[in-house]
């Protein structure tokens, strides 16, 4: 539970920090906006709420001008379908429900449960109007999910859940959910982004479809000076971009500006017909866009393109303690449960233990007996660098990146992210359910280095506490234990379009933080 606790805190104070970045209004009013409205729907409490068509009144005419900056509209938990755009221009706090109720908003305009022609394109547009910098006028979107819009191919490309227009003063998007948004065009469907600046932290991606130009998000400036772009700790999950193999792609594709960022971020099962499966950012930088990329502690794997390729770069693209698997490689990070329950992992990376697994490290050896170290639970962040004995019921898990300053703990277990000869004084060992039951063998004659796949963990004991079979406690307790205990103990669903990890009773997002 430390780790946990210790990585939370650190995020709140990042958040802190972020936000001083804008100014703050000392004489904020708050407003308040449910599904269908309240009492006498003026905004001025809970329950007396604006639904969703006085919201649109209020932001999209003259009686906008009496918003200031820094206000604050809360949205109860509910889906909202807004018949028209939603127009801002000041400085405002759009905040969401966050718990096991999310605030949704889904485009099912015809209202016939699919995704189709006839549904909302776009949610809000967002123009400040106000230069890069500017701390003045930023705009905060959080624990709001957007869901079941339908962009269709031929019309403006102002569309996508958010539109943001000239938007110097940050637009920070946190704790949302872009689920099953559908462009039959060129793409930008959570996001299209115009000589902006935008900030995305925790955020989830999953089910977009678009042909081709950013599934996710689609970059465009007009000045040297607009256009920068980070997201941090943010998913992006079994996404598809259909359209030709010659196309520019990416989940998200930086066309023109300065700067775009990523980190702790985990791309898995994207599925990309044209050119890079995650990020692209293929044109060169010139006199007015310097167009750098950097990408940073971030997870690649499973995703496809017709090129092959994760990342399309530049020369401005600087790329740091990634872990990138291209498809060709046939390499996955995906945690492997075998059927009797048990296997073993190893990332360099922190991450967020899934919903279904427990891990556990040795810290010492008695007799034949390795002794248990530190056991990681789902929604546990486990440091970087650790290898793990995992255990749960069969099947492939995703680890999504954390963020954690935590050492990785003592331990008797080794791993590497790629396929590589053991290493280490002493006997090496590898998980076999072998004629003595499960447990840790040589691999090869006398305990002799071999090849290790990666992401595998194996175990090295020094001359002295060498033996040809190790056993460990408790396995078929622990593993007969996850496999009975239901969401009580640990479980992983999709809530509101939220991807929820429940342990002991206690719900988690995907980057491990308490709901």
Known sequence: MKLTIITIIMKKTLTTIFLTACALCASATDYYVSPAGAGEKNGTSAENAWGIDELLEQFNSTNAAKFQNGDNVYFAAGKYVPTATLYVKMGINLIGSEGVDRTVFNGDANGDGDVNDGDRDRVFQINTAVAAG??????????????NLYIAQGGDDTKGAIYLDNCGAEVTVSKCNFKDLVNTGQGANAFFSKRSTLKVVDCTFTGNKA??????ARLQSNHATKGWTTFERCLFADNEATGSPSDPCGLVMMQHGQELNFSNCTFVNNKINGKGASIWNGTAPDGTYARALNVTNCLFYNNSSADNLNVVANSATTETNNVKHEYNTSISAAINISSVGVGTYYLSLPFTMPVGVIGKTFSSITGSRLTEGTTYEAGYVVPAGTALLVEGTEGVYDPVVAVSDEAAPTNLLKGSDVAETTTGDGKHYKLAN????????????GGAAFMNKAHRAYLVLGGSEARSFVSFENEAASVKGLQNSGTKRSG??????????????IKYNVVGQKL
Do not use: H, Q
């Open 134 to 147: 500017t701390t003045e006028k930023c705009v905060t979107i959080t624990n709001i999910d957007f869901e």
């Open 211 to 216: 042909a081709n130009r950013g599934v996710v």
């Open 434 to 445: 072998g004629e003595s039951g499960l447990g840790f063998y040589y691999a090869e004659a």
């Open 492 to 505: 992983k669903f999709i809530e509101n379009g939220r991807i929820v990890m429940m342990k002991n009773g």
